[in-house]
């Protein structure tokens, strides 16, 4: 089974990947179907200052769905074996959908606001 995570915000995709509300992470099954589903708070602090890829590894996810994000988070996702795919909006089902469907791709977006490429 295959563990996604999507940085969420009142069901919608957040653009914020290190200070994003929460994270949904959907357990699909072999017929690409959502079988399991819940939530994990990120910690208080910025996503590069803390233990998140890790959590989420712990987690069992593999994919990380997202709106966009710094370089410095997208390196450290994609070192320790995550497929990172970046350009994502909207309802967080439908983004996992789009992905299941090969309609999403990485958008090699980065996020430079706050003037630095911290881990959102």
């Known amino acids: ?3 996604i995570a999507i940085p969420s915000r009142d069901g919608q995709v ?3 990947f290190g200070h994003c509300g929460y994270f949904t992470v959907l ?3 072999p ?4 079988v399991a589903e819940e939530t994990f708070s990120p910690p208080a602090e910025c996503g590069c200052k803390s233990n998140l890829v890790n959590d989420l590894l712990a987690m069992g996810v593999t994919v ?3 709106g966009n994000m710094g370089q410095g988070a997208v390196n ?3 070192q320790s074996g995550m497929t990172v795919v970046r350009g994502a909006s909207g309802p967080v089902h439908e983004a996992a959908a789009a992905f299941l469907a090969g309609m999403l791709k990485d958008r090699d977006e980065l996020c430079t606001a706050h003037g630095h490429t911290c881990l959102h």
């Open 31 to 34: 017929d690409k179907s959502v």
């Open 1 to 3: 089974m295959t563990k």
């Open 64 to 66: 990380l769905i997202a």
């Open 27 to 29: 357990t699909i099954g």
């Open 14 to 16: 957040d653009e914020h």
């Open 76 to 78: 450290k996702l994609r």
